[in-house]
Nanobody, 119 residues
Framework: QVQLVESGGGLVQAGDSLRLSCAAS????????MGWFRQAPGKEREFVAT????????TYADSVKGRFTIARDNTKNTMYLQMNSLKPEDTAVYYC????????????WGQGTQVTVSS
């Protein structure tokens, strides 16, 4: 089992940058595929990015490709999301999630951190 805590959200202007962090408890962080998701008001939660256990493989939603970068540091049990060139449509609550290898589903979720981008 793993517990996840996001941080780094805030209110920024369009074009600014933010870095989100996701701190994980436990000693098996490297055994999880990790992901970022977001949910805007009135919309369903959507995928943002994922990263493999060793960071070698990353995937992104088309809407953030080229602007966001996902990374992880297994020595610190932490995952990151560097968000550049932010747009008002990036406004959402951002969640990190952990997927145990072999399950195909994200079993563990953080509480979320709010990102608001003003125009």
């Amino acid at each position: 089992q793993v517990q996840l805590v996001e941080s780094g959200g805030g209110l920024v202007q369009a074009g600014d940058s933010l870095r989100l962090s996701c701190a994980a408890s436990g000693r098996t962080f490297s055994r999880y595929l990790m992901g970022w998701f977001r949910q805007a008001p009135g919309k369903e939660r959507e995928f943002v990015a994922t990263i493999s256990w060793n960071g070698a493989i990353t995937t992104y939603a088309d809407s953030v490709k080229g602007r966001f970068t996902i990374a992880r540091d297994n020595t610190k049990n932490t995952m990151y999301l560097q968000m550049n060139s932010l747009k008002p449509e990036d406004t959402a609550v951002y969640y990190c999630a952990a997927q145990p290898y072999g399950t195909g589903r994200y079993d563990y979720w953080g509480q979320g951190t709010q990102v608001t981008v003003s125009s």
